[in-house]
Structures are given as C-alpha cells and as structure tokens.
C-alpha cells in the first residue's frame, strides 16, 4: 500500500506517523472467529499505536519549539545496512550507483555512473540528493505528462543521462537500486521534499554567452574535464573526471543537456570542490557551451512534455 500525503513539513511528521498508525490498525483488522494468536497480535498492535501517538506528539512538540528546522540529507552509516536479504539489495544499489556503465553494461551506454551527476552515493544536498525519494515518487511529471514511479524516474535516467535501455521495473537490480534509496531515506518523514532535493537555483531570465562560456570552460573546467569536455579516462576505462561531451557523455535528451538545469548543478557544485563560486550569469554561460557540445541524441524526443508546456531550454 502506497499513500502520498502532499502536506507542510510541520504536520507532514505528525501525519506520516498518523498513517503509520492507521496502518496498523488495519492490519489489526480480523475476522470474525478471531484465534488466540489474532488476539495477541491486537494488544502487539495496540500497543504500537500507543507509542506511535507518544512519538506523534513528541515530534509535534520538538517541530512547535524549532520550527526553522530543515530536513536535512546525509549518507547515513552503512553500518546500519541490515545484514540480511533487503541489506544485500541495500548493498547492491549502492554498488551499481557507484560503478554504473561496470556494473550495468547492457543498460547503459556511455561512460557515467549515477554518482557522477548524484554525487556523494546520492546523498548529498543540492546535487540531486536520493533521500527522501522513495516517498515523493510517484509523482505527476510534465516531461511525461503522467505520473511516474520511482522506477520509471530512475529509467528515465538510464535512456537520458546513462543513454542507456530502461531496466525490467521488477528486476532484481531496480528493486536493488529502490531498496539503497529507501535505506537512504531513514528518518525522512514520507512525501516532504529535504532541504537540498534538486539543484541551487539559478536565474533562468539571463541570456546566455556561448563565446564567454567557451572561455571560462577553458579556464574553469578542461583541466579535469578535457578540453573539448571528453574527460580523463584509465586504460581500464574507468574515470579520473567524467566526459561532459561526446560519446562517454549524456545525451541530449538528459536533464544535463538543458542549459539551466547544468547551470544550477555546476554553479552548486563545479568546479568541484569550489561549489557556489560562479556568479549565475557565468553558470549560465559554462552550461550553453557544454551542453551543447557534440554528444550522443536522444531519439523521440518529440515525445517529450506531451502537453505543451515544455521550459524554453528543452533540446528538440
Ligand atoms: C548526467 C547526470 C546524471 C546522471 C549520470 C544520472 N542522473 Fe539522475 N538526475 C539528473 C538530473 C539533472 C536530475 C533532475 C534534477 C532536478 O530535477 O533538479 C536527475 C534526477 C534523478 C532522480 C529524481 C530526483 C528528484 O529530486 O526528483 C532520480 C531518482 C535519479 N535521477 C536517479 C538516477 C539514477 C538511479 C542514476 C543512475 C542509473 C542517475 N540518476 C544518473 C542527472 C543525472
Ligand atoms: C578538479 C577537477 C574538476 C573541475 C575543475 C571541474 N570538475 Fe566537473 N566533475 C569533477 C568530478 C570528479 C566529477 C564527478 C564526481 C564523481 O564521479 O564522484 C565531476 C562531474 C561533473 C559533471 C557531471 C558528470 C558529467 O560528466 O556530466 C558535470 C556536468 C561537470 N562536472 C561539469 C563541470 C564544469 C562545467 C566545470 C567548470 C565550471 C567543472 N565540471 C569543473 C571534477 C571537476
């Protein structure tokens, strides 16, 4: 059972607990010739729902006294993996995420992990942090023009930004790569975006300066990338730094390819390491040139925001 709750962060804890608790009471729920058994389950039950209350009001009391408090994203310690069958899919998810066109060579067809775009195992704000996501999903998505699953949303990462093949909805790694996501997400209340989900934001109004961008990639971003944006590859293929072009790279129907969207993640993060030294009008700038870049196309692309509404920097 899947219940999106769509509500303020203050009330949203107080409410994920709530449902929790309406949970078990249905659960609690038997027929007629209740067994013993049912009967010990029921106080089991009952007892939780006390305690799921105490903790409701607690939570309720501490979000009253601090009420700027933001829900943070973190990578928690993988000592808390369970050593059991979900811990091993845990493990697996973080493994693929980490080596991705290694792990997962029929799915993806350039040479980018998920981690080189969600840095830090997908756990770090503002580089489109992975927490939290197993309770936003599903979700209404203008690109499709449908809501989508959580597994669709990681596809859509495999066609665009792995230019790959979407992944069986049930196979063993998506449910893997699922399971990592919602171990990511302890003590996240369920369907509140943190503090750091997406990007910094950027001034979309600015227009941008492809020959500036050309200058500044030269200066800010060939020493690691390359200059003409191919990356630092070992011989065993993997990556010193990531292609932002050419065949190792996205395609143009990823998110990256869009200028403002580039130009929101590398102004947080890019060059690494010195986040949040671009102004928004260089940010805006570096990106036009790089995206556009020779790099692999997306096919279909027409198919993209069904209903007309798609942002001005979309790639047709
Ligand atoms: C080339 C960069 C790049 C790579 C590589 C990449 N992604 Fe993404 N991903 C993005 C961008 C851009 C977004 C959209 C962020 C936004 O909307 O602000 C995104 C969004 C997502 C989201 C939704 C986040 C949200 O806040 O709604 C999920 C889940 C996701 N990616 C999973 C994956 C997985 C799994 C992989 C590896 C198979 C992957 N991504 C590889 C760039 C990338
Ligand atoms: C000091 C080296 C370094 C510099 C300089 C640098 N980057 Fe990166 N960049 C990285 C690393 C490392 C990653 C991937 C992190 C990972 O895999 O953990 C990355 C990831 C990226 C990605 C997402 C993955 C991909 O390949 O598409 C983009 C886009 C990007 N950088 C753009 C830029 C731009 C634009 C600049 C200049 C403003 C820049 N970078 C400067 C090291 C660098």
């Known amino acids: 059972m899947k219940i999106l709750l769509k509500v303020k962060p203050s009330s949203s804890v107080l409410l994920a607990a709530i449902f929790a608790i309406g949970a078990v009471s249905l ?13 010990v389950e029921e106080a089991e039950a009952l007892a939780r729902v006390k305690s799921l209350e105490a903790r409701a009001a607690e939570i309720k009391d501490e979000m ?20 059991d069958e979900f811990g091993a899919a845990v493990r697996r998810g973080l493994q693929i995420a980490n ?23 997908g756990s770090e704000a503002y580089a489109a942090p992975w927490n939290g996501m ?13 809501v989508n699953s959580i597994q669709e949303r990681i596809n ?11 992944l069986d909805l049930g196979s063993d790694d998506m449910n893997a790569m699922v399971s990592y996501m919602s171990w990511l997400s302890q003590g996240l209340p369920y369907g509140v975006s943190p503090e750091g989900r997406g990007f910094v934001k950027v001034d979309k109004t600015l227009e941008p300066n492809t020959d500036n961008g050309k200058k500044l990639f030269a200066e800010k971003c060939s020493v690691c990338h390359g200059e003409n944006g191919e990356g630092q590859y070992n011989d065993d293929g993997t990556y010193i730094y990531p292609a932002v072009a050419g065949d190792k790279s996205f395609n143009d129907g990823a998110g990256m390819a869009r200028t403002y969207t580039a130009a929101a993640f590398i102004k947080g993060k890019m060059p690494f390491g010195q986040g949040n030294s671009l102004s928004d009008q260089e940010a ?16 279909n692309k027409d198919k993209d925001w069904p209903n007309g509404d798609a942002p001005k920097d979309v790639r047709r």
């Not at 197993?134 to 690109?143: E, V």
């Not at 859509?156 to 979407?166: D, I, L, T, V």
């Not at 805006?284 to 096919?299: E, G, M, N, Q, S």
């Open 134 to 146: 197993p309770g936003i999903y599903p979700i209404y998505r203008s690109r499709a023009g449908r």
């Open 284 to 299: 805006v700038d570096i990106a036009a040139y790089f995206t556009h870049l020779p790099r692999p196309i997306k096919a």
């Open 27 to 39: 659960s609690g729920c038997s027929e007629s010739d209740t067994k013993a058994v049912d009967r």
């Open 64 to 83: 009253a006294a601090n009420p700027s408090a933001k829900l943070s994203v973190s990578m928690p310690d993988e000592s808390t993996i369970p050593d």
């Open 99 to 121: 080596h991705t066109y290694k792990e997962m060579p029929d799915n993806v067809g350039n040479q980018l992990n998920c981690t080189s775009c969600h840095l830090g195992n």
């Open 156 to 166: 859509g990462c495999f066609e665009r930004s792995m230019n790959g093949k979407a």
